[in-house]
T-cell receptor
Framework: DGGITQSPKYLFRKEGQNVTLSCEQN?????MYWYRQDPGQGLRLIYY???????QKGDIAEGYSVSREKKESFPLTVTSAQKNPTAFYLC????????????FGPGTRLTVT | LAKTTQPVSMDSYEGQEVNITCSHN???????ITWYQQFPSQGPRFIIQ???TKVTNEVASLFIPADRKSSTLSLPRVSLSDTAVYYC????????????FGTGTQLKVEL
């Protein structure tokens, strides 16, 4: 069963703590993405990676960090520097070629109190 | 990067055809236009992609005029299950793999 998995589905943390969100894909895709979605809003790009050991900042990278040590994995760390971390986080991947079809995971809803 | 503008919301009734238009005035020569559908608390799902003229698949059609400054997603005979947010996205090859979503259109389908 090919696809993208994100875990956990719901995550609760205390303010001031770093938290890492998992994203794994078995689609053999080179590119991976992290988006943030706030209630009633669209998706905003946090970070993206075109290839292993390489990643670029998106539009709202402040307070977040990522790594891409393996092709299948693209974890996102929400640091204590992120002012408003409570949100719905979506991971996606895309293969090579002319199609811009992204495959999304089920998302992680992070609540920080 | 090409910025997109869509209506915030649209209402329709079951069985009707729905057309959602997206404006992308500064689209670049190599950019593609892609549409996604998103249900609450789920990740977006790819619907259709096009470069110019018309593209049709089993769920939708995409109309792109010659100047490519806009595009229209057409959903034939919508049902209640088509109630969702629809995003227009211009894939900018100049930005490598960077793909940025707009704010989307909330489509509500009623009986």
């Amino acid at each position: 069963d090919g696809g993208i998995t994100q875990s956990p589905k719901y995550l609760f943390r205390k303010e001031g703590q770093n938290v890492t969100l998992s994203c794994e894909q078995n689609l053999n895709h080179d590119a991976m993405y992290w988006y943030r979605q706030d209630p009633g809003q669209g998706l905003r790009l946090i970070y993206y990676s075109q290839i292993v050991n390489d990643f670029q900042k998106g539009d709202i990278a402040e307070g977040y960090s990522v790594s891409r040590e393996k092709k299948e994995s693209f974890p996102l760390t929400v640091t204590s520097a992120q002012k408003n971390p409570t949100a719905f986080y979506l991971c996606a991947s895309r293969g090579t070629g002319s199609s811009y079809e992204q495959y999304f995971g089920p998302g992680t809803r992070l609540t920080v109190t | 990067l090409a910025k997109t503008t869509q209506p915030v919301s649209m209402d329709s009734y079951e069985g009707q055809e729905v057309n959602i238009t997206c404006s992308h005035n500064n689209i670049a020569t190599n950019d593609y236009i892609t549409w996604y559908q998103q249900f609450p608390s789920q990740g977006p799902r790819f619907i259709i992609q096009g470069y110019k003229t018309k593209v049709t698949n089993e769920v939708a059609s995409l109309f792109i005029p010659a100047d490519r400054k806009s595009s229209t997603l057409s959903l034939p005979r919508v049902s209640l299950s088509d109630t969702a947010v629809y995003y227009c996205l211009v894939a900018t090859t100049g930005g490598g793999n960077k793909l940025t979503f707009g704010t989307g259109t909330q489509l509500k389908v009623e009986l």
